[in-house]
Structures are given as C-alpha cells and as structure tokens.
C-alpha cells in the first residue's frame, strides 16, 4: 500500500521535511562524544561527516546532559547541520537548556546542578563562558518532528493533535510557544489552588523530591500539576511523551514523579513508520535503577530488535547510551550495557558504537498491511 504524502506544512513549521535518500537515525546522544565517533566510524562517515554513498545523518534528540563532552556534541552536531549533512529534532533536554531549565544531568552547563551532578556524572566538560550562549542557542531553530512520505521522526510521541499545532507554529518558536503553554498550565494551578497544595503537601512530609533514599507519600496535588503540564503543552507532548495521573510514586530522571509514561504507539494507526528516542530501551536486560529508573518499563515486554505498536511500525531508538555514568562508576565496560545505536533507512539495520549488528525484528507484523 503507498503511503500518503505528508499534509500541507508551512515551510518553516516546527514539522519539517525529511532528508530524501538514505539515512542513518541517530539515538540518544547524552554527551557520549566518544560513542558517537566510534559510531560514525562503523557507519562509514569521515571525520566531516560525509558517506562515500551519500548517506545523511538524522538525530533523534537529547544531545546533552549526563555524558562527559556535551558541549563538544552540540558543538559538532550543530556543525553536520550547517553543512547540510544532519538534520536533528529537538529533545525534552535541548528544551530544558534553551529555557534555563536546570535539571538532572545538567551541571556541564548549570552551575546550579554542579554540586548534585558531580557525584554521579563527574567528569564532565564544562561549558567556557565564551561558548555559554552559543551552545544554548543551537537547537533553537530545529523542528519538533521531520517527516517525508514513508517515514516520521520525533523525539518521544507522534501524536496527531500535537502534530497539528506544531505545524502552525513557525521556527524559532519552540522555546516562546512552549512557554506560553507552561504559562497557561501555571495559571490553572493558581486558579485551583495547586500550589497551595502542593507547598502543604512538601511541608507534610519533609522530604526531598531530588533524593532516592526517602520515598514519599503519593502527593495528589504534585500529580495533578504534572498532568496538567505535561498534557495541555503539545510541544511537551512531542518530546517528552503521553503520560496520566499516576497512582504510586515513582524515582525517574532524579526526582520523585506522580504521573506514569503511557505507550502512545499502541494506538498509533497510520501506516507511516515513526521513529523516536527517549524511553531508554536496551539490548540485554539491566536492572533500570542503578540508572535512577524506577518507573513502569515501557519495553519489558517488546523484544530488543522489535518494531512494537499497533501496526508494528514504531521503533525507538535509544538504547541508553545515557546510562554509561554507572559503567564509568563501576568501573565496567561501557559499552557492554548501555549502547549508541543508529537505525539504516530503508534496511531497517541497527548499527552500534561497538561495532555490532542486527537486523531489526517484526515491521509490519501481525497487524494491519502497512
């Protein structure tokens, strides 16, 4: 069955077009410069990223936080892309640097993370001052989601509501449109009282929302405001996932949450492939919370090389190179659990830092023709 051309996209909507020809889709990146050069070298790219058979690089998002050289990979990336030889989609991580939103992870750039990060993830490079406004800036012109006839892209969900609003919104507002949707999340939680609540419930039980050790209570207002953040906020839904209100509290990505991820691809009916980042898949079975994931395992039944969804044609590709802190801490072989991976379009092949290949496993099956 061919497959649709894409709806009408204004030519600079956050929904871009894709890159013609063949592709190499980047995972996840975390500042692993060393897993991304040993990964373009198993691919065929010379040190400018150019393929002797023309191939082009597709990021899926989340190039920083957490790994040893951040600034070195947006710097790099950032490069490929002026060339015309990468495209990248924005990352729920490139949004929080944009937006001076320090989390977890980003002490590289956030002086304010220094202390909590650099147990975990130290070393890591920091940004100079003279390339702090630089590096903030290189995702600001990037799109939410790239697509072409047989094929979509997006950092966590293709979900078609969010889809339709991204389209309407020029490039260069990824980081005002999202925060006017914050902007309206917070004032329903003034308009409810939330904040009230919330503060109450923190000063109940007395605890920090950024330490593993001391679980807390389910705190309901927390996870209204979650809820309400992440879904009224379309751009939040295209690079950081479907969630709902939780019923048990949960550690993930260093701090305690109320809501639960929800797999958005078991609903997901075209016949267009859509190929994302984000939910930490892996190749071998590890124990998720030596990497600070204790939430519902999206992939705990989907096999490692499986294309999963309702017609089998979703496909993440991020196979949790951002874990790699813990093998340094532990002095373990890095790449033995925690991989980079690119996936070959159209051969549907998986291709690691490590030098190793696969086939992915089950495109279009047991559902309907795609």
């Known amino acids: 069955m061919a497959l649709a051309s894409p709806p009408s996209t204004p030519s600079a ?30 691919l065929g790219y010379d040190a400018e990223g150019q393929h002797p058979e023309g191939r082009r690089l597709v990021f899926v998002g989340d190039l920083c936080d957490r790994g040893p050289d951040s600034p070195a990979v947006l ?26 939103d320090a989390k977890d992870g980003a002490g590289w ?7 909590r990060d650099t147990p975990k993830y130290a070393p890591f490079a920091r940004a100079t001052a003279a390339e702090r406004e630089a590096l903030q800036r290189v995702a600001f012109d990037w799109p939410v989601a790239l697509e072409r006839p047989d094929l979509r892209i997006v950092h966590a ?33 003034r308009t409810e009282h939330l904040r009230e609540s919330m503060a109450s419930e923190l000063a109940a039980w007395g605890g920090d929302l950024e330490s593993d050790r001391d679980a807390p209570p389910f705190l309901l207002a927390h ?21 709902r209100q939780g019923t048990v509290p949960f550690f993930a990505g260093g701090k305690w ?19 994302v ?34 017609r089998h044609n979703v496909f993440c590709v991020d196979y949790s190179v951002g874990g790699r802190w813990v093998a340094r801490r532990d002095g373990q072989p890095p790449t033995r659990d925690f991989k980079l991976a690119a996936l070959r379009w159209p051969e549907r092949e998986l291709v690691f830092d490590d030098g190793s290949r696969a086939m992915t496993e089950g495109f279009g099956a047991d559902g309907p023709a795609a």
């Open 13 to 42: 909507s956050l929904v871009q077009p894709l890159f013609n020809g063949p592709l190499d889709i980047v995972g996840d990146l975390h500042g692993e410069l060393g897993a991304l050069q040993a990964l373009l070298t198993q």
């Open 75 to 100: 710097r790099w990336v950032q490069t490929l892309i002026a060339a015309g030889r990468a495209q990248a989609v924005a990352g729920n991580h490139e949004i929080n640097l944009m937006r001076n």
């Open 109 to 115: 750039f956030f002086d304010s993370r220094i202390e």
């Open 157 to 189: 969900a293709w979900d078609p509501a969010a889809i339709a609003q991204a389209r309407q919104l020029p490039l260069g507002s990824l980081v005002s449109a999202y925060d006017a949707w914050e902007e309206e999340a917070r004032e329903l939680a």
């Open 223 to 243: 996870a209204l405001n979650e809820a309400n953040k992440q879904m009224r906020n379309p751009l939040k839904v295209l690079t950081s996932g479907v969630e």
């Open 257 to 275: 949450r109320f809501v639960e991820r929800v797999a958005w691809w078991d609903a997901y009916a075209d016949a267009t492939p859509v190929v």
């Open 277 to 310: 980042g984000h939910y930490w898949r892996r190749l071998h079975p590890i124990d998720r919370g030596t990497v600070g994931k204790h939430d519902e395992d999206l992939f705990g039944r989907i096999p490692p090389l499986a294309w999963h969804g309702q």
